[in-house]
Structure formats: structure tokens, C-alpha cells
């Protein structure tokens, strides 16, 4: 079974950093995309940033030049670094990840991890 587990998330004050890490374990074949999203309270979750398998990125606008997402193949790890954080950056954040098992592929999710930007 796939499992996506995330880490890194907390409290942090406006300015400060934070990296979150991904990591996918279980049986299968390959994993392609992989992305951050973020769900704030009362909010829809939105897509904060993606990377392929070839590494290509792209991020919201209002993330851009503040976050980047990285990954590691060989650990099968996706990073999302935070930087110059906002408290309108507090959310919810939680990996996804398009995994092959066989000759599909489908969509995991991490269990979500909290951060909070204070003002």
C-alpha cells in the first residue's frame, strides 16, 4: 500500500522559513508528478506548487519567489521550501503524488501538515 508521509510543518513568525518533506513508501513502480497544496479554514485547498518527474516546476503567483519545490528520486521525497513566510501563508499543506503501481496511476495524498505564520 502507497503512503505519502509529510513533515516539517509548525509555528513560525512572519519572515521566517520552514521546509516541509513528503515522503512515499509501499509497492509500486514509479512516481510522476508531485505537488504541495494548501487548504486555509474556510477556504478551498489550491495548488501552491508541482514538479514533474523531469523536475520542471511551476508555482501560484502568490508563492513565487518566496517557495521552492525540490525533489529527491532516489528517496522518492518531495520538499517544499518556505521562505519570507506571510500569515496569509497559514494553512494546511499536504502532498500529492501521481504514482504508477503496474499500469495505472493514481493520485495519494499525505495526512496534511499545519503551518501557522504569526503576525
Known amino acids: 500500500q502507497v503512503q505519502l508521509v509529510e513533515s516539517g510543518g509548525g509555528l513560525v513568525q512572519a519572515g521566517g522559513s520552514l521546509r516541509l518533506s513528503c515522503a512515499a513508501s509501499g509497492r509500486f513502480f514509479s512516481i510522476n508528478a508531485m505537488a504541495w497544496y494548501r487548504q486555509a479554514p474556510g477556504k478551498q485547498r489550491e495548488l501552491v506548487a508541482a514538479i514533474t518527474s523531469g523536475g520542471s516546476t511551476n508555482y501560484v503567483d502568490s508563492v513565487k519567489g518566496r517557495f521552492t519545490i525540490s525533489r529527491d528520486n532516489a528517496k522518492n521525497t518531495v520538499y517544499l521550501q518556505l521562505n519570507s513566510l506571510k500569515p496569509e501563508d497559514t494553512a494546511v499543506y499536504y502532498c500529492?503524488?501521481?504514482?504508477?503501481?503496474?499500469?495505472?496511476?493514481?493520485?495519494?495524498w499525505g495526512q496534511g501538515t499545519q503551518v501557522t505564520v504569526s503576525s
Open positions: 500529492n503524488a501521481n504514482i504508477a503501481i503496474g499500469f495505472r496511476a493514481n493520485d495519494y
